[in-house]
Every structure is written in C-alpha cells, then in structure tokens.
T-cell receptor, first 112, second 116 residues
Framework: QKEVEQDPGPLSVPEGAIVSLNCTYS??????FMWYRQYSRKGPELLMY????GNKEDGRFTAQVDKSSKYISLFIRDSQPSDSATYLC????????????FGQGTELSVKP | GAGVSQSPSNKVTEKGKDVELRCDPI?????LYWYRQSLGQGLEFLIY????????KSGLPSDRFSAERTGGSVSTLTIQRTQQEDSAVYLC??????????????FGPGTRLTVL
C-alpha cells in the first residue's frame, strides 16, 4: 500500500461547479501538506501549503487537513476551464530535508 | 527571474546506452531535488542535495542511477546502461528550505526520457 493514496480520476465537471479532491495517508509523521497543479507537459506548481489541521483559503481554493483521520482535501469553487489540469497532493516529514511524497494525481477537466 | 531549467527537454536513447540529464536550479536555492514521473507510479522522489552533498539518496532505484551537484548549483543525473523501465519524465526542483520544513519547491519542466 502506498503511503499516500489519491483517486486518479479522471474527473469531469461543468464550469462553475465546486470540485473536491482528496488524499489519504498512512504515515502519521507527515507534518507538511501541499497541493500542486500540473498542466500537460509542464512541471508541477505549488497551489497550497499547510502544516496544521484545519482550513486554509486562498481565493477560490481551500485546503483542508484532518490529521486525526489522515485525510486532506482541496476544494475549488466556481471552477473554470483554466483549472483543467492534474492536481497532486504531496506530504513531507519534518527534518527530512524536504523530500516530498506525492499522491498519484487527479486529472480534472472543467467543461465550458 | 529565471525558473528551474532542465536539458534536454526530450531524450530518446537505445537500451544499454548511458544518458545525462541536467538541472539548473533557481539562483540561491541551496536545496535541489530529483523526482521521476511515470505512468502508474506517479511522482517519485529520487535524491536530495543540500549544497553539493546528497544526504538522502534513498529513492535512486538502482546503482545504475547516480547524481552529482557542483558549485552548489548545476546538477546532473546519470543513468547508466538504460533499460526500458527507465522511460519516464525526470523532474528537478529547487528550494530555499525553511527550518525543518520543505519550503516551496519550484519545479522545472522535466526531461522526457524514452528508452527504445
């Protein structure tokens, strides 16, 4: 079993929909949680970064971490066709040099 | 400013040949990471550099893989005697790490390696 599990999708939604992306993890030592967005044939880019349980909001994006359940989520409000990409969750253990453990990535398509 | 750059962008090689992949990190970033992204395996950590030292090589899949970093800047990932299962996109990232934490890792566009 992988340390980080993420439903690969693909996920297709209409423009304006609320999107929910999720990851579960098994390593309780993970302390840093990130969401990356990756467009086709590009490198991943950081969307959200958090290290505590609870919610963090940035514009249309909300990251949620529940350490007791080992579960993280990314919500996208008012989704746009430009949000069509692969979304990767990533996690890191403190004092291990920043090595990231990634989920499989969820491919999202937002239809106009 | 310039981001992370990688070269070549695409590499096609024959099984058994050696290949070298290059990464130019963002200037001033002391940490450098190599990851591999392949279908079915997602994005996997290979090796981490802090300056010119590699304190974590735990992700290198075999002794055919090696990497070095010089001058605290450019890094080269070398794959000897390439195999078809080495076909993947090799991504480099750099960061200025925060105390204890990963910092924001900035990724390059990757090198797409195809082994025939």
């Amino acid at each position: 079993q992988k340390e980080v599990e993420q439903d690969p999708g693909p996920l297709s939604v209409p423009e304006g929909a609320i999107v929910s992306l999720n990851c579960t993890y098994s390593n309780s030592a993970f302390q840093y949680f990130m969401w990356y967005r990756q467009y086709s044939r590009k490198g991943p880019e950081l969307l959200m970064y958090t290290y505590s349980s609870g919610n963090k909001e940035d514009g249309r994006f909300t990251a949620q971490v529940d350490k007791s359940s080992k579960y993280i989520s990314l919500f996208i409000r008012d989704s746009q066709p430009s949000d069509s990409a692969t979304y990767l969750c990533a996690m890191s253990v403190k004092n291990q040099g920043g090595k990231l453990i990634f989920g499989q990535g969820t491919e999202l398509s937002v239809k106009p | 400013g310039a981001g992370v750059s990688q070269s070549p962008s695409n590499k096609v090689t024959e099984k058994g040949k050696d290949v070298e992949l290059r990464c130019d990190p963002i200037s001033g970033h002391t940490a450098l990471y190599w990851y591999r992204q392949s279908l079915g395996q997602g994005l996997e950590f290979l090796i981490y550099f802090q300056g010119n030292s590699a304190p974590d090589k735990s992700g290198l899949p075999s002794d055919r893989f090696s990497a070095e970093r010089t001058g605290g800047s450019v890094s080269t990932l070398t794959i000897q005697r390439t195999q078809q299962e080495d076909s993947a996109v090799y991504l480099c990232a750099s960061s200025f790490p925060l105390a204890g934490g990963p910092g924001e890792q900035f990724f390059g566009p990757g090198t797409r390696l195809t082994v025939l």
